[in-house]
């Protein structure tokens, strides 16, 4: 069964050490390889550029580029690996091949330049999440105390996005930003790597009110593998934690939402059995004892598939 990524850091991991993090490589010490990701049947993985924070403001920029030649140069040259960029590309793919879909993680980079966002999505950059925890130009991150939402750049910075078809990740947003997005702005949304907060109270988890607002935008909810966001205490988390999570969204009408936002390669202690990304298959056979194969192959596949076949661009944008 064909299985959709919807986030990892493995560029982040490369520009830290490339010469430690081979994407190629059998030994590598990445969670997702080219290798894994065949043994997972992955048929898209989400690559998100990642700055951290301590990074200086004048070098941000810098290393966003950085990173996406690494994801052409490392990742694209991979055997059996391909940009995705539009709906046809995603429609044309063979079921050997593993798409790659390049997410902005945090509107730092751009340092408040609208024009670096045409630039990035000129470089084939489709998805962008507004923030990482702390505030930016764009909007207050879920990490900043203060919680405001969207500043006046960050309305224009996504109306440019909505002008490029651009799709926006609103994990990592505030509380307010999250619903200034909702509220205010017709752009396809996905939760790219969050879980319910009524089972796991992590801040980056979101509320039952949340998760409904966006089976009423029908955008997606990548269900995350990290430990911190699926048990209150990690080291207990696992594979059932994730079956958890699955029920309540079922619970709340959200079965056309769900699909998975594993962060591999964004955090160090694993779920037994779920420990990157080949293992996504001990997760199948667990899923199986419990669900349909109609719905396992919906949020394996089927419902990512669904929603970038209808809002990545043609080829023509």
């Not at 010490?29 to 898209?44: F, P, S, Y």
Request: net charge negative; charged share 25%; aromatic share 10%.
């Amino acid at each position: 069964m064909r299985f959709m990524d919807g986030h990892c850091d493995v560029l982040w991991k490369i520009w830290k050490d490339p010469e430690k993090y081979l994407f190629h490589a059998e030994d590598s010490a990445l969670d997702v390889t080219v290798q894994r990701l065949k043994e997972g049947n992955v048929g898209l993985e989400t690559f998100a550029i990642f700055v951290p924070s301590q990074v200086p403001k004048a070098q941000k920029l810098d290393v966003a580029l950085k990173q996406i030649d690494y994801f052409y140069e490392k990742v694209l040259t991979a055997p059996g690996m391909q940009l995705v960029r539009s709906a046809e590309d995603l429609e044309n793919s063979s079921a050997s091949t593993c798409l790659a879909l390049l997410s902005l993680e945090g509107a730092d980079a751009l340092n408040g330049e609208i024009a670096y966002l045409r630039l990035f999505h000129r470089l084939g950059v489709r998805q962008v999440g507004l923030t990482w925890n702390q505030a930016n130009e764009v909007a207050d991150g879920i990490g900043e105390e203060r919680g405001g939402g969207l500043t006046s750049f960050g309305f224009q910075f996504i109306q440019e996005m909505e002008r490029l078809q651009m799709i926006l990740d609103v994990s990592h947003l505030s509380v307010r930003g999250f619903w200034d997005v909702i509220e205010y702005h017709s752009l396809p949304v996905v939760a790219s790597h969050s879980n319910c907060k009524s089972i796991c109270s992590h801040k980056r988890n979101l509320e039952n009110d949340q998760i409904l607002a966006l089976i009423s935008k029908k955008g997606l909810m990548g269900i995350t593998f990290v430990p911190s966001f699926l048990h209150e205490m990690e080291n207990k988390a696992r594979i059932g934690d994730v079956i958890h999570h699955i029920e309540h969204v079922c619970e709340l009408g959200g079965e056309d939402i769900l699909y998975f936002g594993s962060d591999f390669d964004g955090f160090t202690m694993k779920v037994p059995e779920l420990e990157h990304i080949g293992h996504v298959n001990h997760l199948l056979k667990e899923l199986e004892k419990h669900y349909p194969s109609s719905l396992i192959r919906k949020w394996f596949w089927g419902n990512g598939y669904s929603f970038y076949k209808e809002h990545l661009a043609t080829k023509n944008r």
